[in-house]
């Protein structure tokens, strides 16, 4: 049972524009939710994070969207840059003690020069 | 940022060998270690969680007897697949955190392993 879902398995974005990565969650429990950035072949990297009594969260080129009521975040990249092509994961968990972080399947995104 | 070191980061070797890979976090203590498993073009797939000093709680489906691992440090967790065969083969992440809480996971570049 897939708890965390990106279903768009890829992206393509022109340089400049916003780039939207969205993911649904099934778990009501779930109030930690992260994006991180994987290359291939390397381990994925941080991105943002937004915790569940937050709707947004901003961090330079990216802000993350929560809503709760629709169990559903999205990451936005503006503007996008040709370094951001990467596969971008979308994570879940439950803050304090014990974290175990679910992460979707992950979209590939490509920002065209 | 915090920086989390695997190694080695590519292995093959022969059916039946056992491997080890190491998980170091390096500029921070990490008291939480994570296992994961990434098949081509699907999620990671957590194995295990690890505390230091403690047995490792695996998950569901997860054979603790064939990936033993090892968390006797602050710093150092291992991952050992024992007997390995063609179907153990695929990429191995290790993730790292600290204590504090919401503290993001930190994760090694990976362990690409190719049983022949």
């Known amino acids: 049972d897939q708890q965390v879902k990106q279903n768009s398995p890829s992206l393509s974005v022109q340089e400049g524009r916003i780039s939207i990565l969205n993911c649904d969650y099934t778990?009501?429990?779930?109030?930690?939710f992260l994006w991180y950035k994987k290359y291939p072949a390397e381990g994925p990297t941080f991105l943002i994070s937004i915790s569940s009594i937050k709707d947004k969260n901003e961090d330079g080129r990216f802000t993350v969207f929560l809503n709760k009521s629709a169990k559903h975040l999205s990451l936005h990249i503006v503007p996008s840059q040709p370094g951001d092509s990467a596969v971008y994961f979308c994570a879940a968990t439950l803050s304090g003690g014990y974290q175990k972080v679910t992460f979707g399947t992950g979209t590939k995104l490509q920002v065209i020069p | 940022g915090a920086v989390v070191s695997q190694h080695p980061s590519w292995v093959i070797c022969k059916s039946g060998t056992s491997v080890k890979i190491e998980c170091r976090s390096l500029d921070f203590q990490a008291t939480t270690m994570f296992w994961y498993r990434q098949f081509p073009k699907q999620s990671l797939m957590l194995m295990a969680t690890s505390n230091e000093g403690s047995k490792a709680t695996y998950e569901q489906g997860v054979e603790k007897d064939k990936f033993l691992i090892n968390h006797a440090s602050l710093t150092l967790s291992t991952l050992t697949v024992t007997s390995a065969h063609p179907e153990d083969s695929s990429f191995y992440i290790c993730?790292?955190?600290?204590?504090?809480?919401?503290?993001?996971?930190?994760f090694g570049d990976g362990t690409r392993l190719s049983i022949l």
């Open positions: 993730s790292a955190r600290g204590d504090r809480e919401s503290q993001p996971q930190h």
């Open positions: 778990n009501s429990m779930f109030d930690y």
